[in-house]
């Protein structure tokens, strides 16, 4: 029997990416993130630095940039509305899972 072992990291708010580390960890090439970058599905921390560096939940989302790009063969537009639409839905639902918490009576 072949045991592989991988390695796992926590991704954490404050975690810090170069444009580099964040094309090895995505599978996507630097010159593919800089067309993200150019759509607004991922900004720079710091966009005036010569080098640019990203946040951890760049990550989250050039990830799933990838996998919309590999499994639905979609063009970058169509990856960037994509993944604008799925954050918003997802900060929608910490909006509502905020406010249904702040209920007295919790609904089902």
Not at 63 to 76: C, P
């Amino acid at each position: 029997m072949n045991t592989e072992m991988t390695s796992a990291k926590w991704l954490i708010d404050d975690q810090a990416f170069s444009l580099t580390e964040l094309a090895d960890l995505s599978g996507l090439t630097e010159p593919e993130l800089n067309e993200l970058v150019e759509y607004g599905v991922v900004k720079p921390i710091d966009p005036d630095a010569a080098a640019r560096v990203f946040s951890g939940e760049c990550l989250l989302a050039v990830r799933m940039a990838y996998r919309l790009r590999t499994h639905f063969e979609l063009e970058w537009q169509g990856v960037a509305m994509t993944v604008s639409l799925l954050e918003r839905i997802r900060g929608l639902e910490l909006v509502v899972r905020s406010l249904r918490a702040q209920l007295p009576h919790p609904i089902g």
